[in-house]
């Protein structure tokens, strides 16, 4: 079954690496995602796993079939491109029965393919239909009935709903992972929506500057972030400068600017280091008034905005530093923009990150 | 400051809608009166007489072989043109070497030679003892048919491959992609996806294959030998003038522009709608034929027809006149001795008509491409204009130029240089009109918007969007109007006895003035020298530009 092995993959375009040193094991029926910032070497990566594209190092290995000299019409894949590149001189049923005819299968057997697909995308009756008269999800469906019925086990998506409206994109991107699933397939998205490899994904790889940064489920990448980049990408943080002044059994002391003191449980760092404290949104409380506490800070309303589900505030902290918060609009009692407040977060809920050499700034960005 | 303040005039006339109107009204008179009408006009004011050739059987019966072998050879060359040209245009852009580019330049060099120098390489190359014939110890191909076709190959090969390389940059690979990850081997993709998709630039470099070949005289006339072909029939009754001459003339060009319009608009019609035979598939051959040693062997026969067919040959004109630089030709031809002052003096009339017909076709063309590529007609009007611009560069250029002299001479006040004008005008206005409207028609309309709400009037958005954008397609206009001018020699000799330089060569040729083939190449070298350096310098101007 397709099980998909990268060993030391490099690629470079000149001067820059696309892909730096990559490993990564996609196992048989996952649903894996790849996610970066535009740039990060995820489409390259992907493209090398088809054979679109060949790697200047390393090895690929499908099936624990070595693939690096196999061209991509034998790697028994299939692949839907963000454009969908639906041939724009066929309609789609000869989109569909496409991959079948070429690889000579029997007319018949091709027909019952591409019936079956068109029917699970529910497009079968819109097979004489030329892409020029579909609209986006509809030929994005059928990019994908294409790949399916082709008979590819391994199934490669590369910003598949890209291309698409918000509304549709939601819709079609459970039922990916539902074709997925049913038809027992391994699948690799990529995609730089971190929301959307989140909904859908078992496990999720997190790219930058051609380098994996970490491979998790959505839920250890969202709870236990290994990289500041990663705590930023996935979610969203807070983050707080200070440098580590007590170190117990227990937990960790961080003096903020201004002698603000939180401690965390997060105990990897040693006394005196430099760090940063990343702190979700929502995991930050936000009560009226000034109340002393552990891991309490005072501020005031800066910014107040309401999003529908959730409101958001941008409170200004007594040390000049600014944080977000997020809270379930129907749930909480709004406040007002200069309202004093106090700010509080749990121990067990903040990681603290060495603080990059090269700037907190220039680590976080997405360029 | 005068030239900033021309500009603001300009800018507020253009924002009057009477002016605009007004302007494309005179693009829209220029093309009908001095394009598109005259050559209609012309056949229909000498229609009575074509009966004198039905009168005549021997006339007649020359006339329509020579009609035939006209269709027959551009038909036959184009289909070759398209088989070659294919598979090197393919080299081109998929080869994957950065050296193969430079074949891009290569093969454009045949394109940018005048015909008539390129007609007296190739038979220097292929029938003169100073040739490839010299292996052989006798002449390999004589001039007839047979060397017509290895010319016509020459210069219309490029067409295709440049044709061809521009419609491979442009194709979005993901369709191939697409195809290799749903199973297909490489050819299968090539010939079910890519070649499908790329239809309508097969067709149009075919075309464009065929106008070439069905429309050259002067290089032709050089390698026919006693063969005649359509242009070569007209320009031997011309000078022959046997009696009935006229209404032959008029007959032969009436057919000859009724038949190229018709391949023309058939081709057009019925080309979008010829299906390629995509369904069928077989996958082991196929999978076998895109095997590396097979794709090894297709490039190496598609570099050796280029080199052998067509870029040696066009460039071999350059040995003799290499002699002719060392052995004293030169010197005579510097200070204009002998048949070196007529020489001069017709170099300098083929670029000042080229000139003038550049600067003419721009302004008027501008207008028109503009009409077209925004239909600014409406569609169905901005198409049919679409076709009509296309007329000239399909009707054979001595026809063209028979009926053209027929209808100016009806005015006497017009100078012979004023008729020589009008032909090279209406000749080369399709190149201006077509080259621009394709630029202006990829330029995407938001930017002109975009520049209209940030307060750009109409004229400012033309000299600063629509121009900087479509810059290299002007020049490139520019210059296909200006080489085609001065390589034309067919309709020159229909409408006037005076000698531009492809004229004078092919007399020399023929031996009407007598030249030593030293001479001769030198002749041919210098015209080539020349429109290299104008093209270096219009590339530099293009350049220097935004």
């Known amino acids: 079954m397709p099980e998909v092995r990268l060993v030391n993959v490099t690629k470079k375009y000149g001067k820059i690496v696309a892909v730096d040193n990559v490993s990564l094991q996609v196992h048989d029926r996952e649903y894996f995602s790849l996610i970066g910032p535009s740039g990060c070497g995820k489409t390259t990566l992907l493209r090398i796993i088809a054979g679109l594209v060949q790697p200047d190092e390393g ?19 299939g692949f839907v491109f963000q454009e969908y590149a639906l041939f724009p001189h066929m309609n789609v049923w000869d989109n569909v029965t496409y991959g079948p005819r070429v690889k000579a299968l029997e007319s018949k057997e091709s027909e019952k393919l591409g019936r079956e697909m068109l029917e699970m995308v529910r497009l079968f009756e819109r097979l004489d239909a030329y892409p ?32 698409l409206d918000a509304k549709i994109r939601q819709e079609l991107r459970y039922d990916l992972r539902r074709f997925v699933k049913d038809l027992e397939l391994t699948g ?49 943080s807070n983050f707080l400068e200070g440098y580590i002044t007590k170190l117990d059994n227990n937990e960790s002391t ?21 760090v940063v404290v990343a702190v979700r949104p929502e ?38 530093d600014v944080v977000v918060v997020v809270r379930p609009a129907l749930m909480v009692e709004w406040l007002n923009v200069g309202e004093k407040v106090t700010v509080s977060f749990p121990v067990e809920k903040s990681f603290v990150f060495t603080y990059p050499e090269r700037g907190l700034k220039r680590e976080l960005a997405l360029e | 400051m005068a030239g900033s303040s021309i500009i603001k005039f300009l800018d507020s006339l253009s924002s009057r809608s009477s002016v605009r109107y007004l302007i494309y009204s005179c693009s829209l008179a220029f093309f009908f009166a001095l394009i598109l009408v005259p050559p209609i006009l012309g056949i229909v004011l000498k229609w009575n007489t074509m009966a004198d050739i039905f009168g005549n059987s021997s006339l007649m019966s020359r006339a329509t072989s020579a009609i ?60 003169k003892p100073e040739g490839i014939s010299s292996l052989f110890g006798t002449s390999l191909v004589s001039p007839g048919w047979l060397l017509i076709i290895l010319l016509h190959f020459a210069f219309s090969y490029p067409v295709v491959v440049r044709v061809m390389v521009g419609a491979l940059l442009d194709y979005k690979r993901e369709y191939e992609e697409a195809a290799r990850t749903l199973g297909a081997a490489p050819l299968t993709a090539d010939r079910t996806v890519t070649l499908s998709i790329l239809k309508p630039s097969l067709i149009a470099s075919f075309i464009l294959a065929f106008a070439r070949s069905v429309s ?39 057919i000859l522009i009724v038949i190229s319009c018709t391949i ?76 070196w002052q007529e020489y001069w003096q017709s170099l300098i009339l083929s670029y000042s008509i080229g000139a003038i017909a550049t600067l003419l076709n721009t302004i008027a063309g501008l207008p028109m491409a503009v009409l077209i590529a925004r239909r600014r007609l409406g569609t169905t009007l901005s198409s049919v204009l679409d076709v009509l611009v296309n007329i000239p560069l399909i009707v054979p250029s001595i026809a063209l130029g028979i009926s053209l002299s027929i209808f100016w001479k009806n005015f006497a006040f017009i100078p012979e240089i004023g008729l020589l004008i009008f032909v090279h005008l209406s000749i080369t206005y399709p190149y201006m009109v077509r080259s621009m409207a394709a630029a202006i028609e990829r330029v995407n309309i938001n930017y002109e918007e975009a520049a209209r709400t940030l307060g750009g009037r109409p004229f400012t958005v033309f000299r600063t969007i629509i121009l900087p954008l479509t810059k290299y397609s002007l020049i490139a206009g520019a210059v296909m109007v200006f080489t085609r001018s001065v390589s034309e020699t067919g309709a020159t000799l229909a409408v006037t006895e005076l000698k531009t330089a492809p004229v004078l060569l092919v007399n020399w040729v023929k031996g009407v003035v007598p030249a030593t083939s030293l001479e001769i190449g030198l002749g041919c070298g210098i015209l080539v020298l020349f429109s290299f350096i104008i093209l270096l310098v219009l590339r530099l101007f293009a350049k220097r530009g935004y």
Do not use: C
């Open chain 1, 59 to 77: 090895e690929v290995y499908i099936e624990n079939r070595f693939v690096n000299p196999i061209p991509p019409e034998d790697r028994g894949i």
């Open chain 1, 188 to 236: 690799i998205h990529v995609t730089h929506d971190q929301a959307e490899a989140m909904a859908i994904s078992d496990r999720i790889a997190v790219m930058r500057k051609g380098k994996i940064l970490q491979v998790g489920t959505p839920q250890e990448l969202y709870l236990k972030p290994q990289h500041i980049f990663v705590a930023n990408f996935i979610g969203e």
């Open chain 1, 283 to 320: 995991v930050l409380a936000v009560e009226k008034g000034e109340k002393r506490g552990k891991n309490s800070i005072f501020g005031h309303i800066e910014e107040f905005r309401f999003e529908g589900t959730n409101i958001r505030y941008e409170i200004r902290l007594e040390n000049g």
């Open chain 2, 68 to 127: 035939y072998a006209s269709f027959a050879i551009a038909l036959f060359v184009s289909f070759i043109d398209v088989i070659a040209g294919l598979p090197m245009a393919w080299l081109i852009t998929r080869g994957g070497f950065k050296w193969l580019r430079s074949l891009d330049t290569l093969a454009d060099i045949p394109f940018i030679i005048p015909t008539v120098a390129l007609g007296y390489s190739l038979l220097l190359f292929w029938n």
């Open chain 1, 132 to 163: 020029s008269e579909l609209s986006g999800g509809m030929m994005q469906r059928v990019a994908l009935a294409r790949a399916l019925a082709a008979g590819a086990k391994l199934l490669l998506l590369d910003e598949p709903l890209g291309a």
């Open chain 1, 254 to 274: 961080i003096e903020l600017r201004g002698e603000l003191y939180v401690q965390s449980l997060d105990k990897r760092h040693k006394k005196g280091e430099k």
């Open chain 2, 264 to 339: 023309f608009v058939t081709i057009r019609l019925l080309g979008p709608r010829l299906k390629m035979p995509i369904k069928k598939v077989w996958p082991v051959a196929e999978r076998k034929l895109s095997s590396s040693g097979v794709t090894n062997l297709r490039n190496g026969i598609s570099l050796l027809v280029f080199f052998l067919l067509v870029l040696i040959p066009s460039l071999f004109v350059a040995l003799p006149a290499f002699y002719a630089v060392t052995n004293g030709t030169l010197n005579q031809a510097i200070t204009g001795a002998g048949i």
């Open chain 2, 216 to 254: 050259e005289t002067g290089a032709t006339m050089m390698v026919a030998g006693a063969f005649e072909n359509g242009p070569i029939f007209i320009s031997n009754l011309k000078t022959a003038q046997e009696p009935g001459y006229e209404g032959a003339l008029v007959f032969v060009s009436f």
